[in-house]
């Protein structure tokens, strides 16, 4: 079943199973129907007891952005978004949404450019706009301008090594992946162990 709705409201919820609603773990699946009945607290309860189990669940973060705009915080929706963006830089939906939620003036790639100098957020924004549309060269300084704002930020050290991987860097793309191992971020270990492991001489 796939169940969308359009952002920002729906903040684009959605389940994709193999034809099995039993395959979506219960409190998902509670937490969307809650959503769906209007009963947003008892919607809340079942995304945020998702995340406890599964703090990477992109369909309870997609939720609990819902949720957010419902209330109209729509700060508290773009960092939802923001998370789902740290663990899946292509995510077309959160970054949609997120860009909806960016006022005008500033939602072009060069109202990105001018608050990255500043912000990490944005320039994390902007290094994932980049990645999405392969320009590498691009994306390797946003993440890196990222990285210099927020240096202890590991999930920005682990974008940062993909971009350099991309440049064929791979010197420094190995730096960045023991940077991002060294600290504590939502990407996915196995993948950084297993790209470094790849780099490094034998």
Known sequence: MEERSGAPNGAGIRFETQNNEAAVPLPLAMAYRSFQQGDYRAAEEGYRRMLQQDARNRDALLGMAALAMK???????AHFYRQILSLYPRDEVAQSALYSLT???ESSEAGLRQLSAQQADAAFALANLYAGQNRWSEAQGAYFQALSLDAGNADYAFNLAISLEHLQENKSAARYYRQALAGKGTF???????RLKALEPQ
């Open 103 to 105: 006022p005008a003036n």
């Open 71 to 77: 209330r109209g915080a729509g700060a508290e929706a």
């Open 188 to 194: 996915d270990r196995a993948i950084a162990e297993a």
